[in-house]
């Protein structure tokens, strides 16, 4: 069974650009998170899916994240204009019940 | 609002030692409680998962015990080997309505083991 896939792996941007994640997750699971991961701490939920409807955005700076999951599928997690404390691992999981949700590998941002 | 605490790391421990990580909670409700590790240049594996007072976890060697009257989930391993070396990540759900599922981490424990 394929994992969650996330892309790209890393990248590197000057402060105040825009930047793109994208995730596929398991095939079937309905529910869909992103995390940010600051370098010496724990994961925290930025957002969570269901199918293509949000359940939870409380943690999601709206003035410059976004996040859409089209189709109940992919997702895309969108930040503009970056700053330097959005340099994180931006990590999407995906589950078919609560009980688990399963981790990509990351995508690694640098803000400069 | 939940939170999970950790013991500070770093942890090193030589090959064939006991580990102890400490990991306690806040939570409102009942929540189930999860260990995690990321290995190196990996993302996050569920290690093991427990979802009611007095359950035991376990996977690979390692243990943890859901201890409600203490609000703890320590995991423990009897004898630690290299590939142990990890980062291992206390974490709790509460399934709730208005928050879905969210995870709630600790802030994570480095484990080396050496030779």
């Known amino acids: 069974e394929a994992g969650v896939a996330q892309s790209p792996r890393y990248k590197i941007i000057e402060k105040r650009q825009s930047v793109a994640f994208w995730c596929n997750p398991i095939s079937g699971h309905a529910t869909l998170y992103w995390y940010q991961q600051i370098l010496g701490q724990g994961p925290k939920l930025l957002i969570q899916?269901?199918?293509?409807?949000?359940?939870?955005d409380s943690q999601l700076p709206k003035d410059r994240f976004s996040a859409e999951r089209l189709k109940g599928v992919d997702s895309t997690l969108k930040i503009q204009p970056a700053k330097l404390e959005d340099s994180a691992v931006y990590l999407c999981a995906s589950s078919f019940s609560w009980v688990e949700q399963f981790f990509g590998p990351g995508t690694r941002l640098t803000v400069l | 609002g939940d939170s999970v605490t950790q013991m500070e790391g770093p942890v090193t421990l030589s090959e064939e030692a006991f580990l102890t990580i400490n990991c306690t909670y806040t939570a409102t409700g009942y929540p189930s409680l999860f260990w995690y590790v990321q290995y190196p240049g990996e993302g996050l594996q569920l290690l093991l998962k427990a979802t009611k007072a007095d359950d035991k976890g376990s996977n690979k060697g390692f243990e943890a015990t859901y201890r409600k009257e203490t609000t703890s989930f320590h995991l423990e391993k009897g004898s630690v080997q290299v590939s142990d070396s990890a980062v291992y990540f206390c974490a709790l759900s509460e399934s709730k309505e208005t928050s879905g599922s969210r995870l709630t981490f600790g802030e994570g424990t480095q484990l080396t083991v050496n030779p």
């Open positions: 899916f269901q199918n293509n409807g949000v359940v939870d």
